[in-house]
């Protein structure tokens, strides 16, 4: 079937570097592409989405870029701050949402 | 600022019992849907209400899943019986009138455990 899946389970960045989390999708047809945030103890919370006849978006310190072409959805956080620790998880909406699995992602001090 | 409610948080239950989830959207929401997040992956759609009719239904397990949601307001999500392989987050989510179907609010959840 469709999936929306993302590359990397874990990524590990140093505090104030700029993050990139990736995801690749399946299905060409969906609407929207969301990225959500989701720390230890807490529901998904909405971060950024982009249109499918778009291919970059910008919101404060994140970026998403989207590459129909390859089919792959990237989210990049500027000055990635300690607060920034939890899973990402991307999106499509086609009818509905799907959710890939989850990157974790981990700021060192 | 308005938050969507569930309870409990946490859940401990022998297989086989029954469980009860509640959840409160926020005030106003029509839409109203209950996920299932297994441990690493991310949430999946198990049931959508538009107002107290559901509008999809085809991913809940019927046979020991039932939701309602009576008035229109809140919402039980019930497991009877449950099994091990029910062990998850259960989240709930609600989205307002003239916002789209990404603009979504999530509960903190309730963790069941199945023992």
């Known amino acids: 079937g469709e999936s929306v899946g993302l590359h990397l389970p874990t990524l590990s960045v140093q505090e104030g570097d700029n993050s990139i989390i990736n995801c690749a999708y399946s299905n060409s047809a969906s609407d929207y592409f969301i990225w959500y945030k989701q720390e230890s103890g807490k529901g998904p919370q909405f971060i950024i989405d982009i249109r499918s006849n778009m291919d970059k978006r910008q919101g404060q310190r994140v970026t998403v870029l989207l590459n129909k072409t390859v089919k792959h959805l990237s989210l990049q956080i500027a000055a990635t701050q300690p607060g920034d620790s939890a899973v990402y998880f991307c999106a499509e909406l086609s009818g509905k949402l799907i959710f890939g699995q989850g990157t974790t992602l981990q700021v060192k001090p | ?115």
Request: contains cysteine; negative net charge.
């Open chain 2, 1 to 115: 600022e308005a938050e969507v409610a569930q309870s409990p948080r946490y859940k401990i239950t022998e297989k086989s019992q029954a469980v009860a989830f509640w959840c409160d959207p926020i005030s106003g929401h029509a839409t109203l849907y209950w996920y299932r997040q297994i441990l690493g992956q991310g949430p999946e759609l198990l049931v959508q209400f538009q107002d107290e009719s559901v509008v999809d239904d085809s991913q809940l397990p019927k046979d020991r899943f039932s939701a309602e949601r009576l008035k229109g307001v809140d919402s039980t999500l019930k497991i009877q019986p449950a099994e091990l392989g029910d062990s998850a987050m259960y989240l709930c989510a609600s989205r307002g009138p003239g916002l789209s179907y990404n603009e979504q609010f999530f509960g903190p959840g309730t963790r069941l455990t199945v023992l």
